[in-house]
T-cell receptor
């Protein structure tokens, strides 16, 4: 399998639930990202990991907790979410952090999250 | 904060028409990327432009980076239904993370 794979594709959860999103990249990249895509808003960067160390945390609420156990896997742990957290959550990877011209982003197909 | 404004937000055209979408900012960027996102999928990189005034072509798509490296345009010739999708521009300054524009949602009707 190649590219960036995200599971699950769809997730419906209540506000008191705890769930996790998973991302796996098979590209040998060193950086991984979580983005949030909401209707009528630009893609919002949430977290960046470079060589398994978090290098960016864009003022994301603590109900979102990332985990990067190795350079190929990235998780987003969710707990006590709000309805406004409903969105498409995209994972991406790049050779090096920053998405520079010589290190573009490769995205997964996202997890469509609905919080009820 | 680097703000990227894309216009138009929505565009619906007939197959065979030409169109241009824009990505503008007041900031200077070291590079700018265009991505296309189809329904149910993640964004896919189309092109990266680096030099002011640079023009790149990808089949029927022509990308231009402004001379001052503050803006970019994407021109599609003879649009086809397969061009339908969300077109996103993204840019950064050296060392900073990518900032994305709000996107142009294009629909090409057969």
């Amino acid at each position: 399998e190649t590219g960036v794979t995200q599971t699950p594709r769809h997730l419906v959860m209540g506000m008191t639930n705890k769930k996790s999103l998973k991302c796996e990249q098979h590209l040998g990249h060193n950086a991984m990202y979580w983005y949030k895509q909401s209707a009528k808003k630009p893609l919002e960067l949430m977290f960046v990991y470079s060589l398994e160390e978090r290098v960016e945390n864009n003022s994301v609420p603590s109900r979102f907790s990332p985990e990067c156990p190795n350079s190929s896997h990235l998780f987003l742990h969710l707990h006590t979410l709000q309805p406004e957290d409903s969105a498409l959550y995209l994972c991406a990877s790049s050779q090096s952090a920053g998405g520079l011209y010589n290190s573009p982003l490769h995205f997964g197909n996202g997890t469509r999250l609905t919080v009820t | 904060t680097q703000l990227l404004e894309q216009s138009p937000q929505f565009l619906s055209i007939q197959e065979g028409e030409n169109l241009t979408v824009y990505c503008n900012s007041s900031s200077v960027f070291s590079s700018l990327q265009w991505y296309r996102q189809e329904p149910g999928e993640g964004p896919v990189l189309l092109v990266t432009v680096v030099t002011g005034g640079e023009v790149k072509k990808l089949k029927r798509l022509t990308f231009q980076f402004g001379d001052a490296r503050k803006d970019s345009s994407l021109h599609i010739t003879a649009a086809q239904p397969g061009d339908t999708g969300l077109y996103l521009c993204a840019a950064n300054n050296a060392g900073n993370m990518l900032t994305f524009g709000g996107g142009t949602r294009l629909m090409v009707k057969p």
